[in-house]
């Protein structure tokens, strides 16, 4: 199984040796999927860029890829978006593909770091409280990457930088942990494990 990940580019360098990781504990010898990344830089295409975009990796030779997953933030700094439902309904039209799976990050990647903020703590070297609702309830008025920006300079620590931090941030984590407290990644992985033949997530 060969899925092409149309993902932002920062969002690729911290976000996808991870999922392997995640992958190689729960997918049995020989159904591990070839994870093949398509970073961009900012967002991903909308609209019939995306439909080629899709359509090149479905029959890109010489291995096309069997799956196209896009990853986008919902928060995007625009109002292409008005939640994940419509972020999810306006990829696939645009994609025109049943082969094509969009999901979301809400409202930006940094959600599914808040459920490891004792370690945001330890690398920021400050207590600052977490936010006080669920991390995919953190919205546009001050999105994940906001609080985690704020802890990291409260520390003394300089300026969060996601390569680096949320890196550092996921380092040995199971991706489990957050996805039982974040339906969006949940059903990223999923996707993932199901088209690869493998157990998904309860």
Known sequence: MKIVLLVEGKTETVFLGSLRTFLVGRCPVGAMPKLDAWPYDGRIPK???LRRVVADALTKRPQPADAVIALTDVYTGTADFSGAADAKQKM???AGDLRFYPHV?????????LPFWPDIQRLAKHNKTAPSVHPEAVNHNKP?????AEIFEAGGRG???KPRDARRI??????AVAA????????????????SGCERLP
């Open 47 to 49: 609209g019939d860029k």
């Open 92 to 94: 696939q039209q645009w």
């Open 105 to 113: 990050a809400l409202h930006d990647f940094e959600a599914w770091l």
């Open 144 to 148: 994940p990457s906001k609080h985690i």
């Open 159 to 161: 300026s969060y930088v």
């Open 170 to 175: 996921l380092e040995g984590k199971d991706l």
């Open 180 to 195: 039982n407290v974040c339906p969006e990644l949940k059903a990223l992985l999923n996707t993932v494990l199901v088209l």
